[in-house]
């Protein structure tokens, strides 16, 4: 694990009787582009949680920016960004006033925060949004908000749950633009999707099923492995084997 | 970091509409209407009297009696049932019975034994027009004392009555109901406001990248906790002023008192939202669980019914209601005018609460499952 930023070694989270998760093992490297896939209830936002110190796992271990996940998870979180499926930025605070609130529980202050603020907010073409109320924004502006805020203190990962759900291609297409951005940077990008075009975007894939990562590889070898035209055929071929009801 | 976690706090308050209309509404509520609701002076109580003594003093008595601006004479009856017969048709709920030999024996001196009787189907009419009726009595056995000091070598007459109504001599019951209502304010506003505000954020999603966020959870229940000193303030001052202005009541004792008191309980109240919260998912559950605790906290706390009637078993169990203390102490600021070193013993307990609420809260603020 050379420069690993996300380890996984059978990590597993039980939830009574129900194996949510189920030893699952692999390696994120720096700067990569990790799509995590999987169909509803397969376990993704679980296994998300678990590496966001979010959730204590039942066994196994993982490390995330080089805190372990069960015994450090607050070190951990000092080192992430995390965007969840629900969008959870403060809708009664103004844009600027979400990115000061987050910048300053990151440690940033005073003159850096502003200047960081206003740099984001450039980057975004959200200059004239400063002072909108959150709650008054068009979900994919909320969306690309919210990425931002994930990254403003430039953490070493970026988790990602769904976080292009119900958002028109052309904010998608944007997106998937901040996304590269942030990995150029040295950024590592854990994401999860229900769209195979953006699996295709990803540098490698993982595929869950019923708890389990059934397969792992880059886009093009596993449409090889599989014999199939797109990552959607790849997905149906795996996704069909699971005998877990999805939600 | 807590800088910017109050800033968000304050920001978020300010901006909710609905909260600052509570603000001002809730002390308007407790304050100024319930004391006529809970008021249980009694008036207008129909006395029947029994004389038979028919003599001056026993005559000036029962015109003193019907003097009283709580009493009305309603029957003269010959005999005690006679008169026992007007209570049962309801025409007197008190019966006032002057022995014969009345003056007699007040003149020589000797204990005098005046028998009241009352109807107990209406309790709080029948006690307390009894209890009026003993300050009366004792009042006139008073002014016999008086004239009979006048002369040298009388002899004094002496009532046995017993009274005892001592700092709040009339029995006011608004003197007696503020404090308390204060503390019913306190409780409601701060517990609910905690209790709804953290949930709010469980309900929003918003404290998940608190949760993902390495917020220390001290600090963010502390950011939390800050804000409700200054909207607990806010209300005992908008209800102190209340009480002034429309029931004429002032505390007593010193204000810096209160307020230290006040700062202590809203500590302990936010903190029991905080663990409320903490324990629920939604606003609906939040609600039904701080309700259920509030009102068994609130009817035993001693507001409505003294403590000390209430059988030992429940006293003890009592003894850990927060309300209480709290009551107990603003009650003598305000009427005894105590000051803080003999409300010690309260100010312990409070600090108690106040400790083990805040860590319960802390404690049972998971950021990690």
Redesign the interface.
């Known amino acids: 694990m050379k420069d690993s930023v996300i380890y996984a070694d059978g990590l597993t989270k039980r939830f009574g009787l129900f194996t949510a998760v189920d030893h699952i093992s692999f390696e994120v490297e720096r700067g990569e582009i990790f799509g995590f896939l999987g169909a509803n209830g397969a376990g993704k936002t679980t296994a998300m949680r678990m590496f ?5 796992p039942t066994s196994g271990t993982g490390r995330v920016a080089g805190y372990d996940i069960a015994s450090q ?2 070190e951990v ?2 080192h ?1 960004g ?1 965007m ?1 499926q ?8 103004k844009v600027w ?1 979400n990115l ?8 940033m202050r005073g003159r850096k925060l502003a200047r960081k603020s206003n740099e984001m907010l450039r980057d975004l073409g959200f200059e004239a949004e400063r002072e909108t109320f959150v709650r008054a924004l068009p979900l994919g502006w909320k969306q690309k908000l919210a990425f931002s805020v994930a990254i403003f203190h430039e953490p070493k990962v970026v988790f990602l749950d769904e976080p292009t759900g119900g958002v028109d291609p052309v904010t998608r297409r944007q997106f998937w633009e901040l996304i590269y951005r942030a990995a150029d940077r040295g950024i590592t990008v854990f994401v999860t999707t229900h769209y195979m075009d953006e699996a295709e975007y990803c540098d490698r894939v993982s595929i869950m099923v019923d708890g389990r990562i059934e397969a792992l590889d880059t886009p093009r070898n596993l449409r090889t492995r599989f014999g199939a035209e797109t990552m959607d055929e790849v997905f149906q071929q795996l996704a069909r084997r699971a005998t877990r009801q999805s939600d | 970091m807590l800088s910017y976690l109050l800033e968000k706090e304050f920001k978020q308050i300010f901006r909710n509409t609905f909260l600052s209309k509570l603000l001002i509404v809730m002390p308007v509520m407790f304050i100024i209407i319930f004391p006529y609701v809970t008021n249980q002076e009694v008036r207008d109580v129909k006395v029947g009297v029994v004389d038979h003594d028919h003599s001056p003093l026993s005559r000036r008595l029962v015109e003193k009696v019907g003097a009283s601006p709580y009493f009305r004479l309603s029957d003269v009856s010959a005999t005690y049932p006679g008169a026992l017969d007007a209570v049962a048709e309801g025409e007197s709920d008190l019966v006032l019975a002057v022995p014969r030999g009345f003056e007699h024996d007040l003149v020589r001196g000797e204990v005098v034994e005046v028998l009241v009787a009352a109807n107990s189907v209406n309790g709080t009419r029948g006690t307390l027009g009894a209890q009026y009726l003993s300050t009366i009595l004792s009042d006139y056995s008073g002014e016999l004392r008086e004239a009979a000091g006048a002369v040298p070598g009388a002899v004094l007459p002496v009532f046995r009555t017993e009274t005892g109504f001592r700092f709040n001599p009339t029995l006011d019951y608004k003197v007696f109901m503020v404090p308390g209502l204060l503390v019913m304010l306190l409780t409601v506003l701060c517990c609910a406001f905690t209790a709804l505000n953290i949930v709010g954020e469980k309900e929003a999603g918003t404290i998940e990248q608190i949760n993902v966020s390495p917020v220390p959870r001290a600090l963010f229940i502390l950011a939390k906790l800050l804000p409700n000193w200054i909207i607990g303030l806010l209300a005992l001052v908008f209800g102190m002023l209340a009480a002034w202005l429309v029931h004429g009541v002032t505390p007593t004792g010193s204000l810096g008192t209160i307020l230290l008191f006040a700062v202590l309980y809203v500590c302990v109240v936010s903190a029991a939202g905080m663990v409320v919260s903490n324990y629920s998912n939604t606003m609906q559950q939040a609600m039904f669980v701080m309700f259920f605790f509030l009102i068994i906290f609130m009817i035993t706390c001693g507001l409505f019914t003294p403590i000390k009637s209430m059988p030992d078993w429940m006293q003890w169990c009592v003894s850990v209601n927060p309300l209480k203390y709290f009551v107990q102490a603003l009650r003598l600021i305000y009427l005894k005018g105590s000051g803080f070193a003999e409300l010690l013993p309260e100010f312990a307990w409070l600090c108690g609460f106040a400790v083990v609420f805040n860590v319960w809260a802390v404690w049972s603020y998971k950021k990690s499952l």
């Not at chain 1, 966001?52 to 204590?56: N, P, Q, R, V």
């Open positions: 966001c110190g979010l959730s204590i998870p607050e979180k000092r992430i995390y969840s629900k969008f959870s930025l403060y809708e009664d605070l006033e000061r609130l987050f910048g300053g529980i990151y440690g």
